[in-house]
Structures are given as C-alpha cells and as structure tokens.
C-alpha cells in the first residue's frame, strides 16, 4: 500500500456524492453491523431514502450517522466538507476562507467557520506526547507571529505580537505553545513540562535557556548573533524548528495575510499536525475524517 496522500482524482472516486460521504460516516461511527436499540439484535442497516439516516433490517429503528457530529443540522453538504478536509491534508501551506468560499460557492461565514473547526480537529488529533528522553536531541526556540514592528533604531519595538515557544525531537514530532512572554520563568518551566529529562536540549544564545542545563539536561547552545549556524565544536543547531518556523509563516503570511492571537493556536494545531503525519501522508485525511465522526 502506497503512503503517498491521495490525488484529487482518488478523492473524488471514493467520495463520488453525498450518499458515498454519509455511508462512510455511517461505518466508521457503527461498522457494517451492530446491535438495534430498537429491537437488541444485530442488524444491518439500510439508507432511508431523502433522509440523513439509515434503518435497522429488523424493526426500522433509524440512526442518524450525523447526530452528535459537526455535521449535524449543517446545510453544507458532507461531501463539501470531505472536500475542504481532503484540501487541509493536502495542502502544504494552509487554506484560506475566501478561497474556500470561492470554490463551494458557500457565504464567507460559513466557509470560516468549516476551516477553524477543521484546524480544531487537527489540533485534538495531533494531541500531545512528551519529547525527548534519554539519547534523543530536542531543539527548542521562540519565535513572534502576527503585530508589527513600530519604532526606529533603539526604540523599534514589537506591537501586538504573539510570542510562540516551539520544540522538536530531531527527526521528530514538533511541539508548540503560546506563552506570555520570553523569560527565564517562562521558558524553563514550559521546556520541563514537555520534554521528558536525560537527553539533550538545543538552543541559541537567549538568555533565558541558560539554567535548562541544572534541571535534568544536557544543553548545547548555537550562537546566532556570531553568525553561526552550527558549534563546530558540540554540533548544537536549532535549523530544524526553524525550518517549521519558515513553513509556519509562509502559511501565515502567504496563505491568510493575518492571524489574530485569539485564534492562532488552531493554526499552530493545524502546522504541528501536518509536521507530524509527514511520514504517512496517506493517513492524514483518514484520521480526521474518523475524528469528525466520533
């Protein structure tokens, strides 16, 4: 079996209609039997014509594979939605709203709220496992999203930024979290509630890494402001956040022009799972469609 994601013309032979969507709802949520609440016999189930339900071959019990899901009392069609998440896990840069609502023919508002809940889902997907651990490299960096810079020389300053802490295991998952700010009492503790101690931590000259060395690891530092991209002398580097960083913004600044942090943590959901199903592309959409299921 191939682990390349799937080609548009593979998605739509699979989800060809509306009936094709809801039948696989209907199988990943009940299977291809389960027992009737109406009858308490293993049954199987039959699609009610002009109605989102199906109909135990017994007594007629109807169940609703959409009930309970973001799909239910939608009036977008699930084949839409199967087609804007077929987009998100296939995309390497994001999808925008307006380009959403373009091509479905959909209002901006509903194009928008689709693509946040898909990031949502993305993001409880992904979920979260400790990095690190004995004989393992974590990188660890912060960087700033969205705002401006305002100022000139001395007093140039960042206005309405959000500052994100980023750490990957070297070869893999990537981590990220919104914190407050770039301190010492920040940056530690959220770096210890992470990354599980005895392996060894990367990082560039920023100050406030500097006590990760007397709480459980091995910290190795990369000098930035010198120019260097590598120690030479302990091969410390942080170009691999750094490379998620770069595809992070090119999303943010190429794809949706703005994010705003109330919502960023959706987008970064949406990033890390991306970065972290990148060694099976295959099942990246199989997943979330599960997910919108349960």
């Not at 101690?197 to 910290?219: C, E, P, Q």
Request: aromatic share 10%; charged share 25%.
């Amino acid at each position: 079996m191939s682990n390349k994601a799937p080609t548009l013309r593979q998605f739509q032979d699979r989800f060809p209609t509306e009936e094709a969507c809801l039948d696989h709802l209907m199988r990943t949520r009940y299977g291809a039997r389960h027992d009737c609440q109406g009858c308490d016999r293993e049954a199987t189930y039959y699609r009610v014509k002009a109605r989102r339900s199906y109909a135990c071959e017994h007594c007629g019990y109807q169940v609703y594979p959409t009930a309970g899901t973001p799909f239910d009392r939608t009036r977008t069609s699930l084949r839409d939605w199967f087609f804007v998440m077929f987009q998100f896990c296939t995309s390497r840069n994001g999808v925008a709203a307006k380009e959403v609502e373009r091509q479905l023919g959909v209002t901006y508002k509903t194009a928008w709220r689709m693509c946040h809940m898909i990031r949502e889902y993305m993001g409880a997907v992904d979920g979260f496992s400790p990095l690190g651990g004995p004989d393992t490299v974590v990188e660890v960096d912060e960087t700033y999203v969205g705002g401006r810079n305002v100022g000139k020389g001395n007093k140039r300053h960042m206005d309405n930024k959000t500052v994100v802490l980023g750490m990957v295991e070297r070869g893999g998952d990537v981590y990220t979290q919104i914190v407050p700010d770039v301190r010492k009492g920040t940056l530690i503790p959220a770096v210890e509630a992470a990354v599980v101690k005895g392996g060894a931590i990367h990082t560039d000259h920023l100050h406030s890494y500097h006590g990760l060395r007397y709480v459980g690891y091995a910290h190795a530092r990369v000098n930035h402001t010198a120019g260097q991209y590598v120690d030479m002398k302990t091969g410390a580097h942080v170009q691999s956040i750094e490379s998620f960083w770069g595809q992070l913004k090119r999303g943010i600044n190429g794809t949706h022009i703005h994010v705003s942090g109330k919502h960023l943590s959706k987008y970064l959901g949406e990033f890390e799972y991306r970065h972290n199903m990148r060694h099976a592309p295959h099942l990246m959409l199989e997943r979330l469609l599960i997910s919108f299921g349960r």
